[in-house]
């Protein structure tokens, strides 16, 4: 697997994620940061979950739910159900991201430092998560211990 490395404009755009437990809960926190369109469907969606402002519909999965999604999260504890809503996903030509198993996921998310404008991602190809996460605490320490010392034109070349 080689995962493409991008930071891609999701303004407005229909993010889906299917499941509405603990995993859905985790990856909401983690969109939130960017999105301001995320949509749940489950059939039973978590008080946490509905708290956070997040569109959700408590009913069972149908692939219609992915017609207007811009990117989708099979977020379900219920691999047989994950799989289908990759499938559905590819059919539909959309990315699809299936919580813990890489394999079936079209792109994965790094572990991710926001600051402001700034973002750092590390990521590793989905080989070692724990890594890319021990990785990123490393920058974020550096950078809040003393954030003057960090010009990002002296350490880094601008490409686009």
């Not at 977020?75 to 198993?101: F, P, R, S, W, Y």
């Not at 600051?115 to 070692?128: K, L, M, R």
């Amino acid at each position: 697997m080689a995962y493409l490395p991008i930071s891609i404009n999701v303004t407005g755009k229909k993010i889906l994620i299917i499941g509405g437990g603990r995993i859905a809960h985790h990856k909401i926190g983690f969109l939130e940061q960017f999105a301001d369109n995320i949509a749940v469907v489950a059939i039973d969606v978590i008080d946490e979950i509905k708290r956070k402002n997040v569109q959700y519909t408590e009913k069972p999965y149908e692939k219609s739910d992915l017609k207007d999604a811009f990117l989708i999260y099979a977020c379900t504890n219920i691999k047989e159900l994950n799989k289908q809503v990759k499938a559905d996903a590819e059919e539909l030509g959309k990315l699809c991201n299936v919580v813990d198993n890489p394999p079936l996921c079209d792109f994965v998310s790094p572990a991710i430092y926001k600051n402001g404008i700034y973002t750092v991602a590390c990521g590793s190809n989905a080989q070692d998560v724990y890594k890319s996460i021990e990785i990123r605490n490393k920058i974020k320490e550096y950078l809040e211990h003393d954030p003057s010392t960090f010009h990002p034109s002296e350490h880094f070349t601008h490409r686009t």
